[in-house]
């Protein structure tokens, strides 16, 4: 199994990324999927989930500027971020779980996003 995250990059205050976490081994569809982020010297903070059901919810850092989805197809979920502060940089980190009911955790290695002006 394998959680790939990708689309980090530095951008200006304001601007807008997607991040990309592809999965292989694992239908993200059938699976929990979360993002999470840290900045240097802090804990790791919940972003946003996006359930198998396709329910989704989003955490404090997210709210009203992330939206999380996820294309069947591809076997991949993301996380299209807007409106970028620069208390969003930080390494971004993908997680599965529950696979197919299954209590078993998958990360990946993380993203960095960095809003700089």
């Known amino acids: 199994v394998q959680v790939t995250e990708s689309g980090g990059d530095s951008v200006e205050p304001g601007g807008s990324l997607t991040l990309s976490c592809a999965a292989s081994g694992i239908s993200v569809s059938a699976c929990r999927m979360t993002w999470y982020r840290q900045a240097p010297e802090k804990a790791r903070v919940y972003v946003s989930r996006l359930f198998s059901s396709g329910a989704r919810d989003y955490g404090a850092p997210a709210q009203g500027r992330f939206t999380i989805s996820r294309d069947d197809d591809k076997n991949t979920v993301y996380l299209r971020m807007t409106g970028l502060r620069s208390d969003d940089t930080a390494m971004y980190y993908c997680?599965?779980?529950?696979?197919?009911?299954?209590?078993?955790?998958?990360w990946g290695e993380g993203t960095q996003v960095t809003v700089t002006s």
């Open positions: 997680q599965a779980d529950l696979c197919s009911g299954i209590w078993r955790t998958y």
